[in-house]
């Protein structure tokens, strides 16, 4: 039986509101969508003019660089997410494409650039194009000669004294013109925009801070290796008061791809595969430039024996810290979990209150604490016990002591997480082994063992991959020592993170390629042990599901 409604054919099931499957589509789409509020659309206008204003924002160096395949993608990826959040359509991916661009800022470009890095030789001296490498080592050359144009010089930056990027702020001698020079060359100054001394010295200049004698002071190396490239040459200063505009006398010469010092004759010749000037002696400029090595940072790793032997000696340490930190941590915060989960054992509350209490400590503080505690001669351990340890000295003393100091700081949370995992624990099981007969220790290891290993396993993957790459344990208590005599860059307790950063990082500057390198290595690693690790989890969880 059906009700005849206004207009030829249309009926009404009885029972059912206005709004069922007899009414248009747009009345049916009406009922799921909620209107807008004012609030609403003044969050949404505002989010939408934020993705503009990073649009334009990230336009313009784009442009200027010439980078067109990037500036396409900004220009389809804002216009995408203005189509999405305009329209009502799409509802699940207007929740699903903010947490997806996130990911891909935070995780996957990083991730990526990183690889990317660990094929060039990316570093101090070949960060940049070759002809900023060419620029570079001319303005380096620059030396003062007879008749060198010698300007006032005031020392300033555009922002903090002490880290801004200085400029030099020179009056022409012969015109009184005020110039700013940086890195980047020089730049006229308005008359009106400064305050000059007599004798040229500048005192204020709108959009700088002239540093006084103290502050230039502080910067006097800074200030000394500044080189403001000029048509004529380079300007460089001499002293804090004075600058002069120097001749380079080494030059690039494009005809034979290579850069000839006027004053000894001799010649560097471009080598394009290791992105450096050569001489026939072998003799290579500090300035180079960027360049794609392909797998050479991978193989020096493995066949350089200067690194490949630390290398592997380190990454068995490496697993011996990881494993004993974190199996350590669990079988004390399981033990001790289990003593306070016993129904006989009281003030169990003030107990966990106390126990947790290196979880709440900041753990770079704690660790320095420790440091001073395994000191040799006035530390708190030898002097408690009577000892005389040289606890970082030694090797195994040095690592015991750092597996100590973690153990401690990684039982309260092992301890927690254990706890946790017992009050889940079915009280029927355990009660069932024994009317069953089992001991004490046969109920644990038949049942609870199991049980808190299948909530736990992920929990210590996770804490396995942490420790792995546990910089600071090591890095505030040793720093990586002892080290052996005739290898001052590989120490006892080093972990890959820490001979990494010491490797790349050290005396012999910046190496982001070789880094980049070795932190594939380490990814490599830890994802293959967490991937083997969740397939047997799995396995044990089909077992006692």
């Not at 160096?61 to 999405?84: D, I, M, N, R, S």
């Not at 303005?139 to 880290?163: F, H, K, N």
């Not at 960027?290 to 340490?317: A, H, Y």
Request: proline share 5%.
């Amino acid at each position: 039986m059906s009700t005849k409604l206004s207009g030829p054919g249309s009926t009404r099931t009885p029972g059912r509101g206005p709004a069922g499957p007899g009414l248009p589509r747009t009345a049916r789409a009406a009922r799921h969508h909620t209107p807008i509020t004012a609030t609403g659309l003044v969050v949404k206008v505002v989010l939408l003019g934020l993705v503009a204003g990073i649009a334009l924002w990230a336009a313009f160096p784009l442009v200027e660089a010439e980078k067109w395949a990037g500036l396409a993608l900004l220009a389809a990826t804002t216009a995408g997410l203005f189509y999405l959040y305009l329209t009502p359509r799409h509802v699940p991916a207007k929740y699903l494409v903010p947490g997806t661009l996130f990911l891909i800022a935070f995780q996957v470009f990083p991730v990526l650039y990183t690889a990317s890095t660990a094929f060039t030789n990316f570093g101090d001296g070949h960060r940049g194009s070759k002809d900023d490498a060419i620029v570079a080592i001319q303005s380096a050359s620059v030396q003062q000669v007879p008749g060198s144009t010698e300007y006032a010089l005031s020392v300033a930056t555009a922002g903090d004294p002490a880290t801004g990027a200085l400029v030099f702020l020179v009056t022409d001698p012969a015109t009184g013109v005020v110039s700013a020079g940086d890195a980047d060359g020089l730049r006229r100054l308005d008359a009106a925009d400064v305050t000059v001394a007599p004798g040229g010295r500048v005192t204020a200049a709108d959009g700088y801070t002239v540093l006084n004698f103290g502050q230039a002071s502080a910067r006097s190396q800074e200030i000394t290796d500044l080189v403001v490239p000029t048509a004529g040459g380079a300007l460089r200063s001499s002293g804090l008061s004075r600058a002069y505009e120097g001749r380079a006398i080494r030059a690039y010469d494009a005809g034979c791809d290579c850069v000839t010092d006027s004053e000894s004759g001799k010649r560097w010749t471009a080598d394009e595969q290791t992105g450096s000037f050569v001489a026939a002696d072998g003799e290579r400029l500090a300035q180079g430039w960027k360049v794609t090595v392909g797998l050479e940072n991978f193989t020096r790793v493995l066949t350089d024996p200067n690194i490949s032997g630390p290398f592997f000696g380190t990454l068995l340490w490496n697993f011996a810290f990881a494993i004993g930190s974190t199996g350590f941590t669990f079988l004390l915060g399981m033990a001790i979990a289990l003593a306070l989960h016993s129904p006989r054992m009281r003030g169990t509350n003030l107990y966990r209150v106390l126990l947790i209490l290196p979880y709440a400590m900041p753990s770079f503080a704690m660790l320095l604490v420790w440091r001073d505690m395994f000191n040799t001669d006035f530390g708190l351990i030898n002097n408690l016990f009577g000892l005389g340890v040289d606890w970082f000295g030694q090797d195994w003393s040095a690592r015991a002591a750092v597996l100590l100091v973690q153990l401690w700081l990684g039982y309260p949370y092992m301890f927690l997480v254990a706890t946790g995992a017992l009050q889940a624990i079915p009280k029927e099981l355990t009660e069932a082994t024994s009317v069953d007969g089992a001991s004490p220790w046969q109920s644990f290891r038949a049942v609870t063992l199991p049980l808190l290993l299948v909530a736990l396993s992920p929990l210590l993957i996770a804490s396995f991959a942490y420790n792995f790459n546990n910089i600071n344990a090591i890095w505030l208590t040793t720093e990586g020592g002892p080290f052996p005599a005739d290898n001052p860059s590989n120490g006892a307790t080093d972990l890959l993170i820490t001979y990494t950063y010491r490797l790349a990082f050290g005396a012999q500057g910046a190496e982001f390629g070789m880094a980049a390198a070795v932190s594939i290595f380490i990814f490599a690693i830890v994802a293959t042990v967490s991937a083997i690790s969740f397939r047997n989890t799995r396995k044990q969880e089909e077992v006692y599901s």
